[in-house]
């Protein structure tokens, strides 16, 4: 299993410019998470989907930043326009249910460093 | 709403030495989970301890245990004979089952561990 991938790892970007980050779950996972990291605020859930239904955005902090699930293995977090405040990390995470344990387990990508200058 | 607080951002200990690290949440349901991930350099997110808010009990990982008080909310890591591969950020989390049976994880703002030699 080669687990959650983001692509891309690195992204600088000019403010004003669209930015869009790139997720593939794990094969099974119905859940899927967008989280974004800084030194302030530590790791923000920004949206999440079950069964590619986003279920909850209201961590999205504004209008700028919309996500998209269209299939089970793919979804995209999108920035337009970007701002320099809106540099961070951004993670993917997708989750199952744990049949021996009951609980989901989240699997977290690698994450994408975002800098927007 | 949830909340997660970790009010040390940063701490050290020395090799071979036991430290805790603190986690305060707030929540009116009766049932959840918690967890400890662990963030080293790399940025990959990795599963150290969990928890079932309806298990009295500890949960114990090797050198790694909770403190889980679930009048106070309060559940605090504990990391017996520090090693220098334990130097990372610590976020808690919090999981409860959503209205759509979907999972969602709250995390703190994380706890800087340094191990010193």
């Known amino acids: 299993d080669a687990g959650v991938i983001q692509s891309p790892r690195h992204e600088v970007t000019e403010m004003g410019q669209e930015v869009t980050l790139r997720c593939k779950p794990i094969s099974g996972h119905n859940s899927l998470f967008w989280y974004r990291q800084t030194m302030m605020r530590g790791l923000e859930l920004l949206i999440y989907?079950?069964?590619?239904?986003?279920?909850?955005d209201s961590g999205m902090p504004e209008d700028r930043f919309s996500a998209k699930m269209p299939n089970a293995s793919f979804s995209t977090l999108k920035i337009q326009p970007s701002e320099p405040r809106d540099s961070a990390v951004y993670f993917c995470?997708?989750?199952?249910?744990?049949?021996?344990?009951?609980?989901?387990?989240?699997?977290f990508g690698s994450g994408t460093q975002l800098s927007v200058l | 709403a949830q909340t997660v607080t970790q009010s040390q951002p940063e701490m050290s200990v020395q090799e071979a030495e036991t430290v805790t690290l603190s986690c305060t949440y707030d929540?009116?349901?009766?049932?959840?989970?918690l967890f400890w991930y662990k963030q080293p350099p790399s940025r990959q997110m990795i599963l150290v301890i969990r928890q079932e808010a309806y298990k009295q009990q500890n949960a114990t990982e090797n050198r790694f245990s909770v403190n889980f008080q679930k009048a106070a909310k309060s559940f605090s890591l504990k990391i017996s004979d520090s090693q220098l591969g334990d130097t990372a950020m610590y976020f808690c989390a919090f999981m409860k089952q959503g209205d759509s049976g979907t999972y969602k994880y709250i995390f703190g703002t994380g706890t800087r561990l340094k191990v010193l030699a």
């Open positions: 995470a997708s989750s199952r249910m744990d049949r021996a344990l009951g609980v989901e387990k989240l699997f």
């Open positions: 929540t009116s349901e009766n049932n959840y989970y």
């Open positions: 989907f079950n069964n590619n239904v986003p279920i909850d």
